[in-house]
T-cell receptor, first 110, second 115 residues
């Protein structure tokens, strides 16, 4: 069973700061997802990646397969980025469901 | 519709009653997932459907839980003899192929409260 750890659990930062959220996992994966959950519960898929780096607007996701680690970066953070960010992985050769991290609760203060 | 639709959005039921939760995935999406999120907890995988293959039921917490997907589209998650610990938000997601290969699209969830 893949163990997914996220850090930090909670993060409060000022508007404009560069944000990094980390995710590590224990077993080889076929894909990793970064999800965003806003207050009220709606979940949005931000990235799905299996290697390298992806960028969308102010969001950047990277993954290092050898180190079993991924990071989500937010540049020029804004209060509307306040949400829970969740890392989820699909293990290689395992059951088809995703294994989720517990999430990082991010608050960006104006 | 443009997104994954779940109904009802809220359900309050008495302990011991059966409930059915419905998910309408995005048209054409072959992969459908059910998850749940208990208060203050992370997301928990329940069951996965992919096309006409046998579903992966490895996440179902007990035999009171079952799910069907009719015609490769709409799915129903049934919880029999509900217990208070079943209270959670039940989320459905779909993707155009196996989730490892394409983004997931989530519904807004059904908030289930068992009294």
């Amino acid at each position: 069973k893949n163990e997914v750890e996220q850090s930090p659990q909670n993060l409060t930062a000022q508007e404009g700061e560069f944000i990094t959220i980390n995710c590590s996992y224990s077993v080889g994966i076929s894909a990793l997802h970064w999800l965003q959950q806003h207050p009220g519960g709606g979940i949005v898929s931000l990235f799905m990646l299996s290697s390298g780096k992806k960028k969308h607007g102010r969001l950047i996701a990277t993954i290092n397969i050898q180190e079993k680690h991924s990071s989500l970066h937010i540049t020029a953070s804004h209060p509307r980025d306040s949400a829970v960010y969740i890392c989820a992985v699909r293990s290689k050769g395992g059951a088809d469901g995703l294994t989720f991290g517990k999430g990082t609760h991010l608050i960006i203060q104006p | 519709g443009a997104g994954v639709s779940q109904s009802p959005s809220n359900k309050v039921t008495e302990k011991g009653k059966d409930v059915e939760l419905r998910c309408d995935p995005i048209s054409g999406h072959t992969a459908l997932y059910w998850y749940r999120q208990s208060l203050g907890q992370g997301l928990e995988f329940l069951i996965y459907f992919q096309g006409n293959s046998a579903p992966d039921k490895s996440g179902l917490p007990s035999d009171r839980f079952s799910a069907e997907r009719t015609g490769g589209s709409v799915s129903t998650l049934t919880i029999q003899r509900t217990q208070q610990e079943d209270s959670a938000v039940y989320l459905c997601a779909s993707s155009s192929r196996q989730g490892g290969g394409s983004p997931l699209h989530f519904g807004n969830g059904t908030r289930l409260t068992v009294t």
